[in-house]
């Protein structure tokens, strides 16, 4: 099993503030990476898949990086619509796991 | 557009079981792989078990694997999730989920079915 560590659980923040949530996995597993973002009482939805492709209609100020063990999603510029719980998952192997969440919330 | 409407959900003893069906459409159903993600109240997502698109090849998480089954019907598009021995802790909102063409990620959720295991 792949374990996956996701930070910060919980980040305060204002719009058009930058962000970077990070993921490190235990194991190398190249590219195959994808983030997730889930509003409350939503089903998640595809941001970035391949650690760095952004999912069609997703906005531009959403960025991944890294490959291997360590992973970024970067938000450039926060909007209101970005308050959010997001999740990183890793599909180089089975069984899929997920990343614990971090929270994003108004400061 | 792709749409994966869940049913089949609701409270059962533990011990019990209960049968969560998928019904998917918008796209060519036995292409895909398919998968279910829960996620117990309040906490994060938990995937469970993929399919892949012919039905062949399955795949579990250690917490489910000899109570859970995962199927499809490729001929009335639906994906099936069997869950026996259910336990407090399966207690969650099950996904529906397709996954990407090469069977990777999830690029569509439906809008989950709650499962409540309690007496």
Known sequence: VIWMTQSPSLLSASTGDRLTISCRMSQGISSYLAWYQQKPGKAPELLIYAASTLQSGVPSRFSGSGSGTDFTLTISCLQSEDFATYYCQQYYSFPRTFGQGTKVEIK | ?119
């Open chain 2, 1 to 119: 557009e792709v749409q994966l409407v869940e049913s089949g959900g609701g409270l059962v003893q533990p011990g019990g079981s209960l049968r969560l069906s998928c019904a998917a459409s918008g796209f060519t159903f036995s292409s895909y792989a398919m998968s279910w993600v829960r996620q117990a109240p309040g906490k994060g997502l938990e995937w469970v078990s993929a399919i892949s698109g012919s039905g062949v090849s399955t795949y579990y998480a250690d917490s489910v694997k000899g109570r859970f089954t995962i199927s499809r019907d490729n001929s009335k598009n639906t994906l099936h999730l069997q869950m026996n021995s259910l336990r407090a802790e399966d207690t969650a909102v099950y996904y529906c989920a397709k996954d990407s063409p090469n069977g990777d990620y999830v690029d569509y959720w439906g809008q989950g079915t709650l499962v409540t295991v309690s007496s």
